[in-house]
């Protein structure tokens, strides 16, 4: 078996199907990694992974909103497709993922990283 590992932010938030007496969770992570090119120019690439959790525990779900940052493991797959319109071949990196893991969010990095405000009557002296 191949497991994936990867770490990055949704691109929205998630959606639940229900398909038979099973439901799946679905959403799109954006996994961006930055390095130095022989230039010494710093680069970004962003790869899209699409993401299926099947099972009838869903609750998971509610907190896998756009920006959220995730830690998915599970098993990678690919997809083809031809592009309506333009006859153009495109492919998708897709992940059934056994584990979901939240990292946090964009807005709840920027709420910890604010020192805390105090009037002084918390203080013990």
């Not at 949704?10 to 959606?15: P, Q, S």
């Not at 007496?21 to 022989?38: H, R, Y």
């Not at 230039?39 to 790869?47: A, I, M, Y």
């Amino acid at each position: 078996m191949i497991e994936l590992q990867l770490i990055g932010h949704l691109g929205k938030d998630a959606e639940v199907k229900e398909i038979g007496n099973t439901k799946v969770i679905n959403f799109s992570v954006a996994v961006t990694e930055k390095f130095k090119n022989q230039k010494g120019e710093l680069v970004e690439n962003t790869t899209w992974v699409d993401v299926a959790k099947w099972g009838t525990n869903v609750a998971v779900a509610q907190y896998l909103k756009k920006g959220t940052q995730v830690y998915i493991s599970g098993k990678p797959s690919a997809r083809g497709y031809i592009s309506n319109g333009s006859n153009e071949a495109n492919g998708v990196l897709c992940v059934t993922a056994f584990n979901i893991k939240l990292l946090g969010s964009a807005q709840e990095r920027k709420i910890e990283q604010k020192p805390p405000i105090s009037d002084g009557t918390d203080l013990p002296f």
